[in-house]
Each structure stands twice: as C-alpha cells, then as structure tokens.
C-alpha cells in the first residue's frame, strides 16, 4: 500500500511568517506533486519533482517554492505568508507509468 | 482556460439508484483520463481510469465511458450507497507529456439520500 504522510493535518500561522509543510512517500516514486484546493477551483498544481533536486512550476508558484533532496520527501515552503494562501494543501506521488497518483490525507492552513 | 470542466458542482441521488458523474475536455491531446473521490478533511483517492483507445472500463459497481467525438466522459456508479456521499474529480493527462502532470476539473459533490 503506497502511503504519502504530511507532517501537518492543521496549522494556523500569522501573516509574514515562513512555514515548512512538508511530505514523505514511502513507495519510491519517482515523480511529487504540491497542489492547493480551494472550493469551486478543484485542484490546482503549485509545484512537482520528477527527480532529487528537480522541479517545475505548475499553474500557481507565486508566493511558493519547493525543496526535494531525497526521494522520499518534498517541502513546500511559504517564504512569506498571506491571508489568501489559506487554504487546503495536498502533496501527491506517482510512477512515470501508471499515473495515478497518491494524495497525502492534506494540510489545512489558515494564515490570519 | 479550463481544459477539464465538471458543469454540476453537486447531485443528489437517491440510495440504491445510477449516479451519473459528468466530464467534458476541450484539449484533444488528452489520452488518458482518471477519476477519484474525495472525503472531507481526506485526499483524494483513486477510484477508476481510462485509455482514449477505449471506451469502456469497469471495475465493480464504477464504470467509466469515453466519448472522445464529444470530448465527454462520465462516471456511473450502480446502485449508490450512503458511502459513495463525496466530492468527484475527474482528471486528465496528455499525451506526450514527460512530466505526468493531470489537468483536474472543480469537482462534483454526491449526495446520496437514503
């Protein structure tokens, strides 16, 4: 059974504050994924890694960056946060093939 | 630009009926499409996909149909039960693409009615 683990289910952080969320697969997987998900928005694709030390911009990386040393583990990092990235964050996991990927049970941040 | 869009943001079914999830893409590079389902408070899980070289796929009480002419595709769940009550996203993958990235629609929310 693929497991993908977030280090946080809840956290409520204040405006300016750098936060860590960070994500662990335990299936070796090559490529992980950052979404947010806001109601009505579906999910939208922050970050993804398809390599140690490789990434990629998905749809919305403003306000964001990412960090994958090892292959099991992939941070996002809010450098400043604010009120409007409140919101649910979902990390994923995948084979090159099949493509299905795994979700991680989610981080729901609050930034006041 | 939505390339995956889910027109119905809920539906109400009641228990022991069809609920008919649907899905319409404009990208006609897409060649493989997925379904997954989602609880509150949970991430999304897996539920069923499909190859554009078919247009049928099954597994249990969920089947997906393609109709790659209209650029459609829905989800069928027969009979619903009070646990199919989530929300449904539909997803899709293009063809060519290395990275493997899905393209998502909003999402629709099941309610099932006892």
């Known amino acids: 059974d693929v497991k993908v683990t977030q280090s946080s289910r809840y956290l409520v952080k204040r405006t300016g504050e750098k936060v860590f969320l960070e994500c662990v697969q335990d299936m070796d997987h090559e490529n992980m994924f950052w979404y947010r998900q806001d109601p009505g928005l579906g999910l939208r694709l922050i970050y993804f890694?398809?390599?140690?030390?490789?990434?990629e911009k998905g749809d919305i990386p403003e306000g964001y960056s990412v960090s994958r040393e090892k292959k099991e583990r992939f941070s996002l990092i809010l450098e400043s946060a604010s009120t409007n990235q409140t919101s649910m964050y979902l990390c994923?996991?995948?084979?090159?093939?099949?493509?299905?990927?795994?979700f991680g049970p989610g981080t729901r941040l609050t930034v006041t | 630009d939505q390339q995956v869009k889910q027109n119905s943001p809920s539906l109400s079914v009641q228990e022991g009926r069809i609920s008919i999830l649907n899905c319409d893409y404009t990208n006609s590079m897409f060649d493989y499409f997925l379904w997954y389902k989602k609880y509150p408070a949970e991430g999304p899980t897996f539920l069923i996909s499909i190859s554009s070289i078919k247009d049928k796929n099954e597994d249990g009480r969920f089947t997906v149909f393609l109709n790659k002419s209209a650029k459609h595709l829905s989800l069928h769940i027969v009979p619903s039960q009070p646990g199919d009550s989530a929300v449904y996203f539909c997803?899709?993958?293009?063809?060519?693409?290395?990275?493997?990235?899905?393209?998502w629609g909003a999402g629709t929310k099941l309610i099932i009615k006892p």
């Open positions: 994923a996991s995948s084979l090159a093939v099949p493509y299905e990927q795994y």
């Open positions: 997803a899709a993958k293009k063809n060519m693409d290395s990275n493997y990235q899905l393209i």
């Open positions: 890694s398809y390599d140690v030390k490789m990434k």
